[in-house]
């Protein structure tokens, strides 16, 4: 018998601009670190509603998105299997909670980011911190 069909999962990542840096959470399950706000995108679900779902769930903020970043799909991001990441950018108000799988929540400065961040999260930030610089958006990630 043939082996199963196996599909990549879909997933959302947020960088959430509030006063004085960018949210990230402190995850609760493994991998443990710090992360963008994000997860899975339910069956059924528009990948924009998801990144704002994941936001709300989360961190408790109601994120306004902004733009589209780009689309993360190294088989390798994600140690737990092969997920592709839509990432956008998004604006909210307000002081980040740690909710859901969310350990805690933290406003960073981008000179101020956390050592380690988990999946392939510096590189979307290293984008992000390109994209402010020039509007332009990683081609292939």
Avoid: N, Q
């Amino acid at each position: 018998m043939p082996a199963p069909y196996r599909l990549p999962a879909s997933s959302v990542d947020v960088v959430v601009e509030v006063a004085g840096g960018v949210v990230l959470v402190e995850r609760a399950h493994e991998p443990l670190g710090w992360a963008l706000p994000g997860g899975f995108v339910d069956y059924d679900e528009v990948v924009a509603d998801a990144a704002v779902r994941e936001v709300r769930e989360e961190t408790g903020l109601s994120v306004a998105l902004t733009a589209l970043l780009g689309v993360y799909s190294d088989p390798t991001r994600d140690p737990r299997k092969h997920t592709i990441s839509t990432v956008f950018v998004g604006r909210a108000e307000g002081t980040p909670v740690g909710a859901d799988d969310a350990r805690t929540a933290r406003v960073f400065s981008l000179d101020a980011l956390p050592p380690a961040l988990c999946f392939d999260h510096a590189r979307i930030l290293a984008d992000y911190r390109e994209f402010l610089r020039s509007g332009a958006r990683p081609v292939r990630r």
